[in-house]
């Protein structure tokens, strides 16, 4: 354990940020305590340190390690706080004990690798990483990006790449140093590996905020990527895809400058390899470019993607129907021609096999698939509605919670909205069950709005759609939904607009009379309305009317004079004669009784 | 003479009547003038008077009759546009009753068809239950596979926790522990252990620890190799006596990467002789049996029948391929394990 003076400047670097990093873990792993131990307060410039621990190689997958620390912790931390306490399951000695110094025992980095490889370690990635910046290791990992060993190049990158991928701040350092040139110029040179971790680094950095991808694409790294979709080996065309993903979502510039590098018709041949991985990443990509602009979709298509996109549908990978959904979907949200073309890739009906999956996500997004082709024309709905799509998303919407199911009740509400032909295709294929149900569940305020907005869509056409949404007596969920303080502006604005569509349609009485009790003068005067049109010609109708009391709700409210709903307050008066309505109107018992004080009994 | 004289003295006086005579005559000669002009332009006004009123009276009779003229002309033509307007109402109201029937026809027929749609509705609550059915057993197929599947891996790991543990098998001094001598039968496990081969003493090889770096890439199955085949040399080693060179250079050249010529890269032979190669390969592959295709049926008569190895041997029925084949032979086994 002698200090052995005569290092290399490898050596040198390499112990170096092997003790740095043995101390952060240190540090880190008493969680921010700072104890400040000897040792600790210098940790470079020495060598000592380096003797114990063996193995360069090692260390620097310390280093790694380290930055695979971070994405356990965050995991652990989302699978819930069990990580800083002791449950850990086959943790070995993660934590060195802290009675023990820091840099004495030999198997320190073993521990620490250790730690990486297997554990939920208990590594606070926000103070961790802060405390790294703070130290710059950005620039003490820069030149061992240079470094002559090819491993400790690839693993350098590899830490860079980890560490940029949680934090942006670290993400903004490593653009700052100037790191970014220096990958995208050995990107073209170096073997496989060297590929995969310069393309992860670039994915890190350009996942946090437009910005930073920005500043990825002026160095180059787009021409880069592109020659690094043509390469062999999958997992280097994964992680170029990849990247190229994560630039194109932030905005629609970017993704031009994505399709302006010629990456689309790359990607298209990426999706036929045989690799799930990579077709997964590949059409995820597809996905985030088109989704911007329909000029955007249109470059995508004109590579001839859609056949490929749809013939993956069929793939029993779930992730990777996922994205093929969503990327269809991004497609044909745009404009009729492309949601023409995408159905004439003959979707349906296997995209109808999506809606049964075990998935949810597969389900959502299938379920968006079929909304963004069915808003777009009367056609286009009819020809869903031909292929059975509704029932498919019908059932969806009744086998799944939250918000899996918005997108299966947008698009009912879209397919009624065209004609009422096509609302009574869904009234038929009893659709409107399933979207009470919906109303009544569901916590969140947005999806109730949209079946409430669904519902208004499906009973405005005419008395008989109306009559069908009425018999299931959602008028009054709808109602309360209205009335309820606590519903969200846009709820309360659906809600309100749903029943108004629905009452000025509406002839079936029954469902009319539970909402004279309770209803706003901005309601009443609708369902007054209704009454007013059908009481005249049903005599049956009025009886009903009288004995239910809804004569008598009528006679209590109170309307200005010349006012519209005092129009229908008198037509429903003269269905009746005189002395009904009198006995109902209110105080009649009173003018009873003061007539009969009144009264002189004749002797 | 007395006249005479009376003559002279009025003749004096004479000259002065007869200047006073023409003198007054001259004095009223313009009035009288005055008079005769106006008689006579009174009476040539009368003249001229009636004969404007004539005149007019004749101008109004043209006019008169040429004014009477027009408006009948006018009333006739009004009669007619009335009349003329009467015909189109009546025409407009006769047609507006066939297109009434017409559109009601066509519209109740063609575009809102009560029954089509009645039937479309129809058609449409069929092919749900259609969809719905065949998505149903679709769902149950995938349940089933994904629940064969899972049973399969099950069954699978059983065997193999099985093989790792022959050694717990009973013998016939020691019953194991799946074969307590208390149970009436031995357990389910000790029969699987009974069939199972014991799994072999594999050497695990150590698997280098920092490969478990990139295994978080999706598509990295297997540890990627670094092209470097040996470690490398421990820290702190001495620097090597003698004539050696530096260890980095050592390392740079060994590590240098391979780029061949393009005369390297590029295979021997050229795309023709590849070709050739090529099909000759495909021959020998292809090739089933050397003899010549004879072109007719004649060219077969006179052919013996050969007998197979089964029927010409004299000894009896061949046993190898129906008792017994070269590979497997149970019988022979020591043991019965699978």
């Not at chain 1, 492309?338 to 109808?352: R, T």
């Not at chain 1, 007596?473 to 709808?478: E, I």
Request: hydrophobic share 40%; proline share 6%; glycine share 6%.
């Amino acid at each position: 354990m002698a200090v052995r003076a005569d290092l290399s400047p490898a050596r040198l670097k390499i112990s170096f940020l092997q003790t740095y990093l043995c101390s952060e873990t240190e540090r880190s792993a008493r969680r921010g305590h700072s104890v400040g131990t000897p040792r600790e307060d210098t940790p470079r410039g020495h060598p000592a340190a380096a003797v114990r621990c063996g193995g360069t190689r090692r260390l620097l997958s310390a280093g790694a390690v380290i930055g695979a620390a971070a994405p356990r912790y965050r995991r652990a931390r989302a699978v819930g706080g069990r990580q800083l306490r002791g449950d850990r399951r086959g943790t070995p000695p993660a934590v060195p004990p802290p009675r023990a110094p820091a840099l004495r025992s030999p198997t320190n980095t073993f521990t620490v690798h250790r730690a990486g490889e297997k554990s939920r370690v208990p590594a606070p990635s926000g103070r961790f990483s802060r405390g790294i910046k703070g130290e710059g290791v950005i620039s003490l990992l820069r030149p061992l990006l240079l470094d002559v060993v090819p491993t400790i190049q690839q693993t350098a990158a590899l830490a860079l790449g980890r560490l940029a991928y949680f934090n942006d701040d670290l993400a903004e350092a490593v653009v700052k140093e100037d790191i970014l040139p220096q990958l995208v110029c050995s990107l073209s040179e170096q073997n496989r590996f060297y590929k995969k971790a310069a393309a992860f680094v670039l994915r890190a950095v350009g996942k946090h905020s437009p910005q930073l991808a920005q500043a990825i694409v002026e160095c180059g790294a787009l021409e880069a990527l592109v020659i690094c979709l043509e390469d062999f080996d999958p997992g280097v065309k994964e992680g170029a895809a990849w990247a190229l993903g994560y630039i194109a979502r932030h905005n629609s510039e970017l993704s031009q400058a994505v399709v302006d590098a010629g990456a689309v018709p790359l990607l298209v041949l990426c999706i036929q390899e045989p690799e799930i991985a990579l077709k997964r990443i590949a059409a995820s990509t597809l996905s985030d470019i088109s989704k911007h602009s329909p000029e955007l979709a249109q470059t995508v298509v004109d590579a001839g993607a859609i056949a490929y996109l749809a013939q993956m549908i069929l793939n029993p990978d779930a992730k990777l129907k996922c994205q093929v959904l969503s990327a269809l979907s991004q497609i044909a949200k745009h404009s009729v021609d492309l949601a023409e073309l995408v159905v004439e890739a003959e979707i349906f009906p296997v995209v109808l096999t999506c809606m049964k999956d075990s998935d949810e996500y597969v389900k959502k997004n299938g379920a968006t698939l079929i909304r963004e082709i069915a808003k777009h024309s009367p056609e286009l709905s009819q020809f869903i509605v031909n292929a059975g799509g509704v029932a498919a998303v019908i059932d969806c919407i009744g086998s799944c919670k939250g918000t899996v199911r918005l997108p299966g009740i947008m698009m009912l509400g879209y397919v009624a909205a065209h004609s009422e032909n096509l609302s009574m295709a869904v009234i038929v294929s009893k659709g409107i069950p399933p979207l009470c149900t919906c109303l009544l569940e569901e916590h969140e305020d947005h999806i109730k709005a949209a079946a409430a907005w669904a519902l208004g869509q499906i009973g405005r056409h005419t008395p008989e759609h109306a009559r069908a949404v009425a018999e299931t007596n959602v008028l009054g969920t709808l109602l309360s939904m209205y009335m309820d303080i606590r519903s969200s502006e846009d709820l309360q604005l659906k809600a309100k607009r749903a029943l108004k569509n629905i009452l000025q349609k509406c002839t079936y009485l029954p469902a009319l009379e539970p909402l004279l009790h309770d209803a706003p003068p901005n309601i009443m005067k609708h369902i007054v309305g209704q009454f007013s049109k059908v009481l005249p010609h049903d005599s049956k109708a009025r009886r009903l009317f009288v004995t239910s009391g809804g004569l008598k709700k009528v006679q209590e409210i109170k309307a200005e004079p010349g006012s519209l709903l005092q129009e229908y307050i008198n037509t429903i008066n003269n269905c009746y004669p005189e002395e009904v309505v009198r006995y109902y109107s209110p105080g009649y018992s009173e003018m009873l009784l003061e007539r009969v004080e009144n009264y002189q009994p004749v002797l | 003479m007395a006249a005479l004289v009376r003559l002279e003295t009025r003749l004096s006086r004479l000259r002065e009547e007869y200047f006073l005579k023409n003198r007054s005559v001259d004095e009223d000669r313009k009035i009288v003038y005055k008079a005769a002009v106006k008689i006579q332009s009174w009476f040539r006004g009368c003249r001229v008077r009636a004969y404007l009123r004539y005149l007019n009276k004749m101008a109004i009779s043209i006019q008169k009759w040429w004014r009477g003229y027009q408006s009948r002309r006018y009333f006739r033509k009004m009669i007619k546009t009335a009349y003329f307007i009467m015909k189109m109402n009546f025409y407009n109201e006769m047609a507006v009753r066939i297109q009434k029937r017409w559109r009601g026809y066509y519209v109740r027929k063609y575009t809102h068809n009560y029954y089509a749609l009645k039937k479309y509705l129809e058609a449409i609550s069929l092919n749900n239950e259609i969809v719905r059915n065949e998505l149903q057993e679709y769902a149950e197929m995938n349940e089933k596979k994904k629940k064969k599947k899972d049973l399969e891996k099950k069954e699978k790991e059983k065997k193999y926790k099985a093989r790792k543990m022959h050694y717990l098998l009973s013998t016939e001094q020691i019953a194991g522990i799946y074969n307590s001598p208390f149970r009436k039968f031995p357990d389910p496990m000790e029969l699987l252990l009974r069939q199972s081969k014991p799994l072999s003493h594999r050497q695990q090889q150590p698997k280098s620890p920092f490969t478990y770096d990139l295994y978080d890439w999706p598509t990295c199955k297997r540890p990627p190799a670094f092209p470097t085949g040996e470690p490398l040399p421990p820290i702190g080693r001495q620097k090597p006596q003698g004539p050696f060179r530096d260890a980095a250079e050592v390392l740079r050249q060994r590590y240098k990467p391979l780029e061949p010529t393009l005369r390297v890269a590029a295979s021997i032979s050229s795309p023709l002789e590849k070709a050739r190669e090529e099909m000759k390969r495909e021959e020998w592959r292809k090739c089933i049996h050397d003899n010549e295709f004879l072109p007719f049926s004649s060219y077969h008569k006179n052919e013996k029948y050969e007998l197979s190895i089964h029927a010409s041997e004299k000894i009896g029925k061949e046993t190898y391929g129906i008792k017994h084949f070269r590979e497997v032979q149970p019988n022979k086994w020591i043991a019965g394990k699978v």
